[in-house]
């Protein structure tokens, strides 16, 4: 014989079991329908699988700006190289047809007490340029960067060159040469502060 209300009280017994089993089932699922624990895991090796990657990534920056600075060291150098080696090829050139012009251009790439002697030698060296009577152009062999302050501003390249002298009666004649040329950086530009002829061939 059941006692009365003992129905009842074996269906609410039943029907909190379910709810609490529902309640379970609800808790250990997440809204993607995996299991919590397996969530939680997942999360866990995302956010270790991020971190090791923003570590990898710093690693990554440290090792980049090394390099980064020393090719843009690099870079400096060549450019302050190749611009003094210019600036020699144009002060080596000479045109006789254009002794003002060449002079000019001779102005234009010196700077410092080589510039100041050009400056003050300018009616004299346009007359010799034009009493030569000849055509000297100049072509880079070889060079070396000697030296290279970038605090400082001043570079040093050793050259060997060839240059072409052309007169109107003999014609072309060759010869080589080495120049050390020094340079001086003057705002952005390099502009050759000496020159000396240190050997030829």
């Known amino acids: 014989m059941s006692l009365p209300g003992s129905a009842n009280a074996t269906e609410s017994e039943a029907a909190e079991a379910s709810v609490t089993t529902e309640a379970k089932a609800a808790l250990d699922l997440d809204a993607g329908g995996l299991p919590a624990r397996q969530w939680l895991a997942g999360g866990l090796l995302t956010t270790l699988l991020i971190g090791a990657a923003a570590c990898g990534a710093f690693a990554l920056r440290d090792d980049v700006a090394p390099a980064t600075a020393e090719a843009k060291q690099a870079a400096l150098r060549d450019e302050a190289s190749a611009a003094t080696v210019r600036d020699m090829e144009v002060l080596l050139s000479a045109d006789h047809h254009a002794a003002a012009e060449t002079f000019q251009r001779w102005s234009e790439v010196t700077t410092g007490r080589l510039h100041t002697q050009l400056t003050k030698g300018r009616a004299s060296i346009r007359r010799q340029i034009q009493a030569a009577k ?13 030296s290279w302050d970038e605090s400082a501003g001043t570079a040093r390249v050793l050259t060997v060159v060839e240059l072409t002298t052309t007169k109107a009666k003999t014609g072309p004649t060759k010869r080589t040469a080495r120049y050390l040329a020094m340079a001086q950086r003057v705002d952005d530009a390099w502009r050759l502060s000496a020159i000396r002829q240190v050997g030829g061939e």
């Open 134 to 146: 000849e055509v000297t152009s100049v072509r880079t062999l070889e060079s070396a960067l000697v």
